[in-house]
């Protein structure tokens, strides 16, 4: 079963503009939650994170939202940029098994169109 | 650091062929991780390695995957004998340690391994 859901695919959005990009999760013991780019023939890189005891973390144009009532959370881009074209992965992450085990989601492509 | 290195970065093989992927973790880096990445399930944790020794290898899909990791600076994950399903990217990704602090939630992954089996 899939505990860590990114439902859009794909998304494009026009340059300058704001980009949502939203993750679900279904596992309550995630107590780490990432995003992470990844570029066509690269290994994904991280982006953001924000921990559970927080609802919003914030690094330049990059927002991250956590709502833990909900179960979700999302990365806002703003203003978009024609290079954050890429796909991002939502990851979680829990202490299991004597570790931090991360647990990613499929991906959602990001197109920002100049 | 140059990172974490993979080999090769692409590999077509034919069914029924034994397949090795290599990997180089970041010097330092005491946790590597082999991630299989497809488009229906994005990216799944096949095994972990702590100081060496495999911690949890719950998602290493069959027997015919087996992965091992003989010094600190280098691993492989062996596919014997290989079938089209196994068709993905393969990456491998380290982190600084396993323990409960945040930095070992960033993970630095490698280029990653592109299989093709025909």
């Known amino acids: 079963d899939q505990q860590v859901k990114q439902n859009s695919p794909s998304l494009s959005v026009q340059e300058g503009r704001i980009s949502i990009l939203n993750c679900d999760y279904t596992n309550s013991m995630f107590d780490y939650f990432l995003w992470y780019k990844k570029y066509p023939a690269e290994g994904p890189t991280f982006l953001i994170s924000?921990?559970?005891?927080?609802d919003k973390n914030e690094d330049g144009r990059f927002t991250v939202f956590l709502n833990k009532s909900a179960k979700h959370l999302s990365l806002h881009i703003v203003p978009s940029q024609p290079g954050d074209s890429a796909v991002y992965f939502c990851?979680?992450?829990?202490?299991?098994?004597?570790?931090?085990?991360?647990?990613f989601g499929t991906g959602t492509k990001l197109q920002v169109i100049p | 650091d140059a990172g974490v290195i993979q080999s090769p970065r692409h590999e077509v093989t034919e069914m029924g062929q034994e397949v090795t992927l290599r990997c180089k973790p970041i010097?330092?880096?005491?946790?590597l991780f082999w991630y299989r990445q497809t488009m229906m399930r994005g990216l799944e944790l096949l095994i972990y390695?702590?100081?060496?020794?495999?911690?949890?290898d719950s998602g290493m899909p069959e027997d015919r995957f087996s992965a091992k990791m003989p010094n600190a600076s280098f691993s492989t994950l062996k596919i014997q004998p290989s079938e089209p399903r196994d068709s993905a990217v393969y990456f491998c990704a380290s982190s600084p340690t396993g323990d409960r602090l945040w930095r070992a939630n960033v993970l630095t992954f490698g280029a990653g391994s592109r299989l093709t089996v025909l």
């Open positions: 924000i921990s559970s005891i927080k």
């Open positions: 010097s330092g880096h005491n946790s």
């Open positions: 990851a979680a992450s829990e202490y299991s098994g004597g570790y931090q085990k991360v647990t």
């Open positions: 390695f702590n100081n060496n020794v495999p911690i949890d």
